[in-house]
């Protein structure tokens, strides 16, 4: 019998068959548009003429996916926690793609 909080019995997954496989077209496609969507997140974030809820909006998003997770850093406990690690700035996309392109990649 499971435990309190365990659906499965010990030693039986409740997924099998494993983590689905990533379909290489999807993560493609998802390469090929992330500039211009980094690009517009950029344009709707610096807009003055926009809603600030738009704006705020795509400022979350582009940090949701720039800074690391808080939970992920280590803290020593030397000092005050840090609250967020800014990222440098970079102009182009060319440049991001250059620091951000994936190492196995020809």
Same mark, same amino acid.
């Given at each position: 019998?499971?435990?309190?909080? @365990?659906?499965?019995?010990?030693?039986?997954? *409740?997924?099998?068959?494993?983590?689905?496989? @990533?379909?290489?077209?999807?993560? #493609?496609?998802?390469?090929?548009?992330?500039?211009?969507?980094? /690009? $517009? &997140? #950029?344009?709707?974030?610096?807009?003055?003429?926009?809603?600030?809820?738009? @704006?705020?909006?795509? #400022?979350?998003?582009? &940090?949701?996916? $720039? &800074?690391?997770?808080?939970?992920?850093?280590? =803290? $020593?406990?030397? *000092?005050?926690?840090?609250?967020?690690?800014?990222?440098?700035?970079?102009?182009?996309?060319?440049?991001?793609?250059?620091?951000?392109?994936? /190492? $196995?990649? =020809?």
């Amino acid at each position: 019998m499971p435990g309190k909080g @365990r659906p499965f019995p010990k030693g039986v997954s *409740g997924n099998p068959g494993g983590r689905p496989k @990533r379909d290489p077209e999807v993560r #493609a496609l998802c390469e090929k548009f992330t500039p211009d969507a980094i /690009k $517009t &997140l #950029a344009e709707i974030m610096g807009d003055k003429k926009a809603q600030p809820s738009a @704006r705020v909006a795509a #400022a979350m998003a582009i &940090l949701k996916k $720039t &800074l690391p997770d808080l939970a992920s850093i280590e =803290h $020593t406990g030397d *000092g005050p926690r840090p609250f967020a690690v800014i990222p440098e700035v970079i102009d182009t996309a060319a440049e991001w793609e250059a620091k951000f392109k994936a /190492k $196995t990649e =020809h």
